[in-house]
């Protein structure tokens, strides 16, 4: 991978990170254009770079997350079922991080539940406004559904959501609670990452890692005003649409005979 192959990459991860449409499936797929998804540090960065989105979380939300103890306890609750069932399925998870079969599959499946999920929003009935209203144990149920993003392609952002529209959040509160929740999660996956491949990074390596997580913040700063913005004024549906339309571009691309190694 190259240093701008790597900084393409954190553009994608900045822009899709909070973003309903899955990150690291757009990383897979953008990887797999350029010809370099077999290479074993690409899949590292997949995780790594996700530390720069969450700096950008932290700084767009730094009186109402980090100087907000009320939110504390909410936001580990609901990291709780990641870090467990995350560490169980671990080995798993590496083994189809480079799948782009999966991807394209979850990519069309949640885009039809996004659509479909907007039109019920119009019926939804909302009984938590404020982050500060959600209860530890919703919090944790919030959390299960998060764990549907081990599958590359499904997006954390759209799975959280979806567990808290299910658990009576309004769709603005939903997403900041996503974005939220996203802090601890995307920092315990690359501080396991980081643990994992320090010793056997090179100079170049770590050069492509600090400006790739610049790059990443940077576009995650304006991604996270932009998704925000578009929930209040459209809803869901025109992303479904999107990971409809990729999603079978995705398959069908692969159905007609490109050759594709399995990881």
């Known amino acids: 991978m190259t240093f ?6 954190a553009v994608i991860e900045g822009l899709t990170e ?16 350029m010809g370099i998804h077999t290479d074993p540090f690409v899949k590292d960065y997949t995780v790594m770079v996700q530390f720069g989105a969450i700096l950008a979380v932290l700084v767009l939300y730094v009186r109402r997350f980090l100087l907000n103890v009320k939110v504390y306890p909410i936001v580990l609750a609901g990291f709780i079922p990641a870090a467990v069932i995350g560490l169980a399925v671990k080995s798993h998870i590496d083994q189809i991080l480079g799948s782009v079969w999966i991807v394209g599959s979850t990519l069309l499946l949640g885009g039809i539940l996004l659509v479909l999920t907007d039109h019920w929003i119009s019926r939804h009935q909302v009984r938590v406004k404020r982050l500060e209203e959600v209860k530890p144990l919703s919090a944790f149920k919030i959390g299960i559904f998060q764990c549907l993003a081990f599958l590359p392609g499904v997006s954390r952002s759209a799975a959280t959501i979806w567990g808290g529209l299910h658990q009576g959040l309004g769709l603005v509160t939903a997403t900041e609670f996503s974005f939220f929740l996203a802090v601890p999660t995307l920092t315990g996956a690359t501080f396991l990452k980081g643990i994992k491949i320090v010793d056997t990074l090179t100079r170049d390596q770590w050069e492509i890692l600090f ?5 990443s913040f940077v576009v995650g700063l304006v991604a996270i005003r932009f998704f925000i913005r578009l929930i209040e ?4 549906r025109h992303f479904g649409y999107y990971r409809i339309v990729l999603g079978l571009i995705v398959l069908l691309t692969l159905s007609f005979g490109h050759e594709l190694e399995f990881l």
């Open 233 to 236: 004024r459209y809803g869901l």
């Open 4 to 9: 701008f192959q790597a900084m393409i990459l």
């Open 18 to 33: 909070y973003l309903p449409v899955s990150s690291t499936g757009h990383i897979i797929l953008g990887s797999w254009l």
């Open 211 to 215: 400006y790739g997580n610049l790059v």
